[in-house]
């Protein structure tokens, strides 16, 4: 059997729905003669097994631990990975025609090891998207794909483990390569030593994934609050990759107070109102994840 070139990696737990059009999407798209896809399935309590079992092509990889998290699951899949390259995706992302052709395209046109390629992750447009939506697309705190200027010389901080293809080479000279100290902000933590070992990121607008989820003000506070936890673990691994944050303050507490009663209506409210709106109640949200974690640090 000649080399396999591309491994597609996905850690899951407990979405076997969105699983399940993951792979759908995925499966079509590769050449299993040559290639190969992996699922770190991280001790999922659904229906997760069943959907996998409809895979018989996918490998399934066991995560060690119980509820390790993605770092782990990515790690672990890895670690059985034959492929020289590597392309990563989340469970609840669509691939859309021909994204792993066009990743495997780049990588034939750009051999050298250093050079990666990311490509947006959007919202389904099969589904409604709101004006929330798209403010987190755009100016929210989501990917800010929107801001990449020069696709051909891209900052790490737009590697995005939910459609970015590498050279496994390139990962081998990190250790991990994915840190398992840390729940969230694994992509740019990893992103971050490999730019420093020379990784040369490119994006292609054209290669897009859909996101199966939807948000509203509400899920997305409760994400930023769990940002903001997670901004105390990245602290202590890497203190200058913590996105800045303001002080906790009454007039800030009043300001997402009046934020949250306001978001029923931030949807018909002017552009600029909304996303002030919405921009309070998420900023907000993340520092009080950051207190609720130092205080845990400190009892």
Same mark, same amino acid.
Do not use: Y
């Given at each position: 059997?000649?080399?396999?070139?591309?491994?597609?990696?996905?850690?899951?737990?407990?979405?076997?729905?969105?699983?399940?059009?993951?792979?759908?999407?995925?499966?079509g798209?590769?050449?299993?003669d040559?290639?190969?896809?992996?699922?770190?399935d991280?001790?999922?309590?659904?229906?997760?097994?069943?959907?996998?079992?409809?895979?018989?092509?996918?490998?399934?990889?066991s995560?060690?631990?119980?509820?390790?998290?993605?770092?782990?699951?990515?790690?672990?899949?890895?670690?059985?990975?034959?492929?020289?390259?590597?392309?990563?995706?989340?469970d609840?992302?669509?691939v859309?025609?021909?994204?792993?052709?066009?990743?495997?395209?780049?990588?034939?046109?750009?051999?050298? !090891? $250093?050079e990666?390629?990311?490509? /947006?992750?959007?919202?389904? @447009?099969r589904?409604?998207i =709101?004006?929330?939506? *798209?403010?987190?697309?755009?100016?929210?705190?989501?990917?800010?794909?929107?801001?990449?200027?020069?696709?051909?010389?891209?900052p790490?901080?737009h590697?995005?483990?939910?459609?970015?293809?590498?050279?496994?080479?390139?990962?081998?000279?990190?250790?991990?390569?994915?840190?398992?100290?840390?729940?969230?902000?694994?992509?740019?933590?990893?992103?971050?030593?490999?730019?420093?070992?020379?990784?040369?990121?490119?994006?292609?607008?054209?290669?897009?994934?859909?996101?199966?989820?939807?948000?509203?003000?509400?899920?997305?506070?409760?994400?930023?609050?769990?940002?903001?936890?997670?901004? !105390? $673990?990245?602290?202590?691994?890497? /203190?200058?990759l913590?996105? @800045?944050?303001?002080?906790? =303050?009454?007039?800030? *507490?009043?300001?997402?107070?009046?934020?949250?009663?306001?978001?029923?209506?931030?949807?018909?409210?002017?552009?600029?109102?909304?996303?002030?709106?919405?921009?309070?109640?998420?900023?907000?949200?993340?520092?009080?994840?950051?207190?609720?974690?130092q205080l845990?640090?400190?009892?």
């Amino acid at each position: 059997m000649g080399t396999t070139r591309l491994s597609v990696v996905i850690p899951t737990h407990n979405r076997a729905t969105d699983l399940r059009e993951c792979l759908t999407a995925v499966v079509g798209q590769v050449d299993f003669d040559q290639d190969e896809v992996l699922v770190a399935d991280d001790s999922s309590t659904d229906g997760t097994p069943s959907v996998l079992a409809d895979f018989p092509q996918v490998r399934v990889v066991s995560v060690p631990g119980s509820g390790s998290g993605s770092s782990t699951a990515r790690n672990a899949a890895l670690g059985t990975a034959s492929g020289t390259l590597v392309l990563f995706i989340d469970d609840d992302i669509v691939v859309t025609p021909d994204l792993v052709a066009k990743h495997m395209l780049f990588h034939e046109q750009f051999p050298l !090891v $250093e050079e990666a390629l990311g490509g /947006p992750v959007l919202w389904d @447009p099969r589904k409604r998207i =709101t004006r929330h939506m *798209r403010w987190l697309e755009t100016g929210g705190p989501l990917f800010a794909f929107d801001t990449i200027g020069d696709h051909g010389e891209v900052p790490p901080e737009h590697f995005c483990t939910a459609n970015v293809s590498v050279k496994r080479e390139l990962l081998s000279r990190v250790s991990g390569p994915f840190d398992e100290r840390l729940r969230r902000f694994t992509d740019v933590e990893l992103a971050s030593r490999l730019d420093a070992v020379g990784m040369r990121l490119q994006h292609d607008p054209s290669a897009e994934v859909w996101h199966l989820r939807s948000d509203t003000p509400r899920t997305t506070a409760e994400r930023m609050r769990e940002v903001g936890r997670a901004s !105390v $673990e990245l602290e202590r691994v890497a /203190p200058d990759l913590v996105p @800045p944050h303001a002080p906790m =303050t009454p007039l800030r *507490r009043c300001k997402a107070a009046v934020a949250t009663a306001l978001s029923p209506i931030a949807e018909i409210a002017p552009q600029f109102l909304a996303e002030r709106i919405w921009a309070s109640r998420a900023a907000w949200a993340f520092s009080v994840g950051r207190r609720d974690a130092q205080l845990e640090r400190e009892s």
